[in-house]
């Protein structure tokens, strides 16, 4: 009989049983088709690792970006660049090396004329000035005046026309200056042909071949249409600037027994700073003076305040409501949560989903294409059928009109920026559009039950003496005494209820941690463990299947406590579990996603908890080695998978998975750094919400491709039949286009309810 596999049915008579419904639910042969197998051989963790050191995983390890790209802030140290592992060594003040503008740059269109790093750009509508006062709408209404004071001329033919001609070429003069500076530099500086380009040629052939009003409406549209473009790009960039703007710059430093106003940049870890009610909290810390409700929903998305007391974390950006606080920072001002979001929501920018790099590449096929097209339809016809010239080069304009790509380029990256945004103020952190686009393909949901599933806080429950010589305080000692230097969940119980009840911590030496396991140590020259039911189970230490039963039945993780001889006691630890788990698991059961928990518990107690909350699949009396291997078969036998935990322990899984999803992230700078995406507070209706939001996202997308295409399509072969003019090439094909798909992408904000 092999041990380890042990059936630990209740209602089991057959102590050799290997059905894997009493044990493990899922078949660990990533070779093998079945799921629920049952070949005791299947079940030997050997198979997994065999499996991962076989396969190149490395497609799936995708947490760093690509650091190729354009960085982030344009200071001179380079700061702010997609490099994740970038050491911030230097002294970094955006007042010194740069404005906040700089350092939330996001290109929407990348079509030649919007990838333009080589000057700052000024925005379309500044704040706190009238509308009338920008440049933009300047241009806009006086060009747009212009515009239709010469079809009124034009219309009543005062002086023949000629006014009404002088008039196009003053609008035009007056929308295509900004035109023709992006057509020039891309001519003479980068050697290319952008839409720019051809919205001259176009507004100038107009003029040419006597068509001045449709020259004058080509550089009016396109104006107006780049003016869209720029003002979504402004509409991202100050999501993210809204983010900077949550810290405040000054601080209120506690030295002796002054208060005096310094800014947050001067403030050190260690020191004191004094939040007053209505007061912004400067910098990252822990309450040691006062108590208040703090509202977190800069931070974590949820709007209801949250008390602080001593000891309690608190956050740079949040607002002490009613409370008088002394709090000791933490966390220098670069390294706060808040610092943290802002550079990894600018990161994601950078990361790119597959179908903004699909889109991009057509793009670079579909304009030569028309551009050829172009030379054809103005050449073809007059040359070889005798067809009238000027019909046909204006048909040809036309189509030059219409190649520009910026609506269809713009189509999915709008879209991802809009949802990213709208996840960071629903407190959900994604560090890049590919994961937006990957959680849609999600088959299965591993969870880790620990923090997780769970909320993390374990209790002492039973104290149980099998040793007369020994007494419950005695057992608390050896335990606490041998977990003093453990930072596990279970560890952190045993030590805390030591210390609540003014219990001796003793020395421990030959100190041995047994990961998954146990540990082994010697107190006053005699050797005890705190071990786990794997430990004993393979040592000469034989503890009755009932013993285990009676607890584990009620989902308690047992602890035993042995000396060299025998096991002199049992304590036992409980979890609570989250009062959403069960709805989520339900959700995503009933959406077809599998569910699978994770746990080093044995596999009764492990039983316990997910009969009550409806987990599919479980894998238990786990090391943390093969929580990796599980997410590699999980993935084997199901598909893509997402793993849940709280990213430091699960940080090797978390990296492995197709999305690894960190709980409570803003008590966690490894969950941070680790995951994909990072639920900022412990809220697991979040991970409905990030399936909602994927849908939607990429539904929203694929209207916007779609249409894009389909009208492109659609005027092209109007243009050549000649059934459409310049004027609605422009206005409709590009302008009309740009506008449908920034409203439609602006939908996906609107996302707050899960889907299922």
């Given at each position: 009989m092999e041990h380890n596999n042990r059936c630990y049915d209740p209602d089991c008579k057959n102590e050799e049983c290997f059905n894997p419904e009493h044990f493990n639910f899922i078949c660990m042969d990533p070779n093998c088709e079945m799921v629920h197998c049952e070949k005791n051989a299947h079940y030997n963790k050997d198979l997994l690792k065999n499996f991962q050191e076989k396969t190149n995983f490395k497609e799936y390890e995708h947490n760093n970006v690509d650091t190729k790209v354009d960085k982030i802030c344009d200071c001179a140290d380079d700061c702010c660049t997609g490099n994740t592992h970038h050491e911030h060594n230097h002294e970094h003040n955006h007042e010194d090396c740069c404005d906040d503008d700089c350092c939330s740059d996001i290109k929407i269109c990348n079509c030649g004329d919007c990838d333009d790093d080589d000057e700052e750009e000024e925005e379309v509508i500044k704040e706190g000035i009238p509308l009338l006062k920008n440049r933009s709408i300047q241009i806009i209404v006086s060009s747009g005046i212009l515009f239709a004071l010469g079809h009124l001329l034009e219309y009543f033919s005062v002086f023949g026309g000629t006014l009404a001609t002088v008039i196009f070429a003053i609008g035009a003069i007056i929308a295509g200056y900004d035109i023709a500076k992006m057509a020039k530099k891309a001519v003479f500086t980068r050697h290319t042909i952008t839409p720019a380009v051809l919205m001259c040629i176009a507004a100038v052939a107009s003029f040419l071949i006597g068509h001045p009003e449709e020259g004058a409406a080509v550089t009016f549209l396109y104006f107006i249409a780049e003016f869209l473009e720029d003002y979504s790009e402004q509409r991202a960039q100050h999501s993210i600037k809204s983010l900077v703007e949550i810290a405040p710059e000054k601080a209120r430093l506690k030295v002796g027994n002054t208060v005096e106003t310094v800014s947050i940049d001067e403030v050190k870890v260690g020191e004191i700073v004094i939040v007053k009610p209505g007061d912004k909290v400067p910098l990252d810390g822990k309450v040691i003076e006062g108590v208040s409700t703090i509202n977190q929903s800069s931070i974590t998305g949820e709007s209801i305040p949250v008390t602080k007391t001593i000891k309690d974390k608190v956050f740079a950006g949040t607002v002490n409501q009613d409370g008088y606080l002394e709090i000791e920072v933490t966390k220098a001002s670069k390294d706060s949560v808040i610092s943290k979001?802002?550079?990894?929501?600018?990161?994601?920018?950078?990361?790119?989903?597959?179908?903004?790099?699909?889109?991009?590449?057509?793009?670079?096929?579909?304009?030569?294409?028309?551009?050829?097209?172009?030379?054809?339809?103005?050449i073809i016809p007059p040359l070889f059928f005798g067809e009238n010239i000027v019909d046909w080069i204006y048909r040809a304009l036309s189509l030059m009109v219409i190649s520009c790509p910026c609506a269809f380029l713009i189509s999915t990256p709008i879209g991802?920026?809009?949802?990213?945004?709208?996840?960071?103020r629903q407190g959900v952190l994604i560090k890049g559009s590919s994961y937006v686009e990957e959680m849609r393909n999600i088959k299965a949901v591993i969870f880790d039950k620990t923090g997780t599933l769970t909320e993390g806080k374990l209790e002492i429950m039973d104290i149980d003496v099998l040793d007369d010589k020994y007494t419950k305080d005695d057992l608390i000692e050896i335990a606490s005494s041998l977990e003093k230097k453990s930072t596990h969940p279970i560890a952190t119980a045993i030590v805390n209820h030591a210390k609540d009840n003014n219990l001796q911590i003793k020395e421990v030496k030959n100190f041995k941690n047994i990961p998954g396991k146990g540990i082994v140590g010697y107190i006053n020259n005699k050797q005890y463990y705190a071990a786990n039911e794997s430990l004993i189970e393979n040592s000469e230490f034989i503890v009755s299947r009932e013993t285990v039963i009676n607890y584990a039945s009620d989902g308690k993780t047992v602890v035993f406590i042995g000396n060299e001889e025998k096991v002199i006691g049992i304590i036992t630890v409980m979890d609570k579990i989250r009062d959403e788990s069960e709805e989520v698991i339900r959700n995503l059961n009933n959406a077809g996603v599998?569910?699978?928990?994770?746990?080093?518990?044995?596999?009764?107690?492990?039983?316990?908890?997910?009969?009550?909350?409806g987990v599919t699949y479980i894998y238990s009396d786990l090391l943390p080695e093969d929580k990796l291997n599980i997410v590699d078969t999980i993935r084997n036998k199901f598909g893509d998978v997402a793993m849940v935990g709280d990213g430091i322990n699960d940080a090797p899984a978390l990296a492995r998975s197709n999305v690894g999803i960190a709980m409570g992230a803003a008590g966690s700078d490894v969950a941070i750094e680790?995951?994909?995406?990072?639920?900022?507070?412990?809220?697991?209706?979040?991970?409905?919400?990030?399936?909602?939001?994927?849908?939607?996202?990429?539904?929203?997308?694929?209207?916007?491709?779609?249409?894009?295409?389909?009208?492109?399509?659609?005027?092209?072969?109007?243009?050549?039949?000649?059934?459409?003019?310049?004027?609605?090439?422009?206005?409709?094909?590009?302008?009309?286009?740009?506008?449908?798909?920034?409203?439609?992408?602006?939908?996906?904000?609107?996302?707050?309810?899960?889907?299922?």
């Open positions: 979001i802002v550079t990894l929501v600018k990161q994601s920018q950078l990361n790119r989903s597959h179908t903004e790099t699909y889109v991009e590449k057509i793009a670079k096929y579909y304009t030569p294409a028309i551009i050829i097209i172009t030379i054809c339809v103005a991802m920026v809009s949802s990213i945004t709208s996840a960071t599998k569910t699978v928990m994770l746990t080093g518990d044995n596999k009764i107690a492990a039983h316990a908890v997910s009969d009550k909350i680790t995951a994909d995406v990072a639920l900022m507070q412990d809220d697991l209706t979040k991970l409905p919400y990030l399936f909602s939001l994927s849908t939607k996202t990429m539904s929203i997308i694929k209207q916007n491709i779609i249409t894009a295409i389909s009208v492109k399509f659609l005027f092209v072969i109007l243009a050549i039949l000649g059934l459409i003019t310049l004027m609605m090439a422009v206005g409709i094909g590009d302008m009309g286009l740009t506008l449908l798909v920034i409203l439609n992408s602006f939908r996906i904000g609107r996302v707050k309810d899960p889907i299922f």
